[in-house]
């Protein structure tokens, strides 16, 4: 029998009742497997099939998986969600952790003059490879200086930037009363760190993080700072990192069942792999992925790295998952991403102490990094998307794949808004996608054109779809893009779900 019908069969025993022992599948075979052998072969399609197994005594119950139920924020919650967003610095323990870490790892206190400069030539270095073509990178972290400059540097912000992405999910009801996180090239733990952090807001939700990482180097890192904040009563569970190769998802052991899955600062590492190999990789972990379990991938938003992002989570599109968010298909079509610079940004960290003692040289700018740019995209199985769009009633918009037809007219389009601005003192400007255009789009809005019905370019949220009446269409030949005037006479209205 072979596997494909080994696994039919499965599927059909476990349409016929709710549970079952893998040894009553053996009467069903034409050669003999034992039951390991059978979870063995059903273990990496287990998530997909929406089915659980459980060991008994020699045999394994396979039963259907029950959903964990969303975790709504009640108002509490949510109060406490919003106050930890105001928050500009990492907790004053693992900063305390990080000094520690390399102060044992150099045998020196961390401020000793000749620590340092052996800091701000590790953070240099980094950030010079990362400049390069990703073929030419060596990014390794095989150097113990590469780490402590990694928890010196990009550390904090990473941290910071993975709470507004944890306040997203929860406020979409994504994340879950019981849930499994798997973490993807976890580095130093800055993923599994701010899980524990994050779920402090949330009263009774419960999470185990299974992080997988290839350096030796991150995960001596990882081990100092977890055991440095872990608490007793915490309702976070981290397990120790996994030494692997996530390229190879064969070879790591993985949880039957994932509910979150993430690959934070990670995919654009995978040096020299083209957009479809690294497809392949993520596709390959979805398979463990719950019915209703997420994908979060997150990169710089440096733009070449951003606009990969964007080719890719096109390319997994196009392999069966949905985007969740940010994009909006308001359409139904494909896009073309080859041009999507799109990332969010976030209020500025304040810096470390760390990077204050780093600073105090020559070139203070270059040790300190509190800006919080960031591109992500969240991937789902089952279809569901942050904004369903439904096109407003009675709308005669204009897909902007049609833009160029329409240089000099007056039209009414429906898009997201894809970008923080990136105007000036007197115009605001705002990148606008509906999944059809084939060249940028950008929303102008001068500022004396402001009026209480076109304010919503302005105020909504990264990723908000908005109708807008009566623009001018304007070609820009120095970028090749379009824009679309808003002025006084413009009416902006915010459709799909996303609150303003
Ligand atoms: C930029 S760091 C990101 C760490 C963490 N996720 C964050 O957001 O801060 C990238 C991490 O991915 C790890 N990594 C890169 N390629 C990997 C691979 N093929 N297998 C496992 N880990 C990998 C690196 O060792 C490094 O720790």
């Known amino acids: 029998m072979t596997e494909k019908q080994f696994i039919s069969t499965v599927k059909y025993v476990a349409s016929t009742k709710p549970a079952f022992l893998l040894s009553e599948i053996a009467v069903y075979l034409?050669?003999?497997?034992?039951?390991?052998?059978?979870?063995?072969?059903?273990?990496?399609?287990?998530?997909?099939?929406?089915?659980?197994?459980?060991?008994?005594?020699?045999?394994?119950?396979?039963?259907?998986?029950?959903?964990?139920?969303?975790?709504?924020?009640?108002?509490?919650?949510e109060q406490r969600v919003s106050e930890y967003l105001e928050l500009r610095t990492i907790p004053p323990a693992l900063e305390e952790a990080i000094g520690q870490y390399i102060t044992r790892k150099t045998g020196k206190d961390w401020s000793d003059p000749v620590i340092l400069e052996r800091l701000r030539r590790a953070i240099v270095a980094q950030k010079d490879d990362y400049w390069k073509p990703t073929n030419k990178r060596s990014l390794q972290y095989t150097k113990g200086y590469s780490v402590l400059g990694y928890l010196a540097y990009h550390f904090p912000v990473y941290f910071m930037q993975t709470r507004q992405l944890f306040a997203e999910l929860a406020r979409d009801g994504l994340l879950k009363r019981e849930m499994t996180i798997l973490d993807l090239g976890t580095g130093p733990g800055v993923i599994p760190l701010a899980v524990a952090d994050f779920w402090t807001c949330l009263g009774t939700a419960r999470a185990t993080v299974f992080p997988v990482e290839r350096s030796k180097e991150h995960i001596e890192a990882f081990t100092h700072l977890v055991k440095s904040v872990a608490t007793k009563d915490?309702?976070?569970?981290?397990?120790?990192?996994?030494?692997?190769?996530?390229?190879?998802?064969?070879?790591?052991?993985?949880?039957?069942?994932?509910?979150?899955?993430?690959?934070?600062?990670?995919?654009?590492?995978?040096?020299?792999?083209?957009?479809?190999?690294?497809?392949?990789?993520?596709?390959?972990?979805?398979?463990?992925?719950?019915?209703?379990?997420?994908?979060?991938?997150?990169?710089?938003?440096?733009?070449?790295?951003?606009t990969s992002l964007r080719v890719l989570s096109l390319v997994l599109k196009k392999r069966g998952l949905s985007i969740y968010a940010p994009c909006t298909f308001v359409w139904g079509t494909n896009c073309t991403s080859d041009r999507c610079w799109s990332f969010q940004t976030a209020p500025s960290i304040r810096p470390t102490r760390i990077m204050n003692t780093l600073a105090a040289c020559d070139e203070p700018f270059r040790y300190v990094n509190t800006d919080i740019k960031y591109s992500y995209v969240m991937l789902r199985k089952d279809g569901k998307t942050r904004s369903p769009c439904h096109l407003p009633k009675g709308t005669n918009a204009m897909r902007l794949s049609r833009i160029h037809l329409n240089v000099g007219r007056r039209i009414t389009v429906v898009a997201a808004k894809m970008s923080e601005d990136l105007g000036d003192n007197e115009t605001h400007m705002f990148r606008l996608c509906d999944g059809s255009a084939e060249k940028p789009v950008y929303g102008v809005l001068p500022v004396f054109h402001i009026t209480q019905s076109n304010r919503d370019l302005v105020s909504a949220p990264y990723g908000a779809v908005l109708e807008l009446r009566n623009v001018l269409v304007r070609y820009n030949p120095v970028h090749d893009a379009y824009n679309v005037l808003v002025s006084r006479n413009t009416q902006i209205n915010t459709t799909g779900n996303r609150a303003v």
């Open 30 to 77: 034409d050669d003999q497997k034992t039951v390991d052998q059978m979870y063995a072969s059903l273990l990496p399609h287990l998530a997909d099939l929406g089915l659980a197994a459980k060991k008994i005594g020699e045999d394994y119950e396979v039963s259907r998986l029950l959903p964990s139920p969303a975790y709504c924020l009640n108002a509490a919650e």
């Open 234 to 306: 915490s309702l976070v569970t981290i397990k120790p990192a996994l030494e692997a190769d996530i390229t190879s998802p064969g070879d790591v052991m993985l949880p039957e069942h994932v509910d979150l899955m993430i690959f934070s600062n990670v995919l654009n590492e995978l040096a020299g792999l083209p957009v479809a190999a690294r497809a392949d990789i993520v596709m390959k972990y979805a398979d463990r992925l719950a019915p209703d379990g997420t994908i979060l991938v997150v990169e710089p938003a440096e733009e070449a790295t951003s």
